[in-house]
């Protein structure tokens, strides 16, 4: 699945598209040990990995749960995917657009 992010945090590294990846499904070929992790404040509480020699944003690529969201950008292949929601369209910034046809939240999504 993937989705778009308009919170402040999301856009302001980079990663506003996300995909969200089963854990089973990903498998590290090299370069785990680049990847740092920023610990967020209080009332943030999503963690955000990013690689220590590049700077590429890589969402919550680290997270021990049974799926989480990588950034899009990070991945050089294609997908076959079509954006599914945008969360935090409340945050949006004023000039951006939203151009599909995608379901909108204003906080994270819900179940419908």
Known sequence: MIGTCHCSR???VGASTIVFVKKDDLKWIQ???YVRLFEPTSPYKYGRCFCKNCGT????ILSEADSF???ANA?????DLKN???EFV???P???EICDNAKQFDGHPVSS
Not at 75 to 79: A, K, P, V
Request: net charge negative; proline share 4%.
């Open 57 to 60: 944003s890589l969402g919550e």
């Open 75 to 79: 991945l050089d292949g294609g997908l």
């Open 31 to 33: 370069g785990q040990d």
């Open 84 to 86: 599914q929601f945008h």
């Open 90 to 92: 409340a945050e949006k």
């Open 69 to 71: 969201p990588i950034a």
């Open 94 to 96: 004023s000039w951006y």
């Open 10 to 12: 999301c856009r302001k």
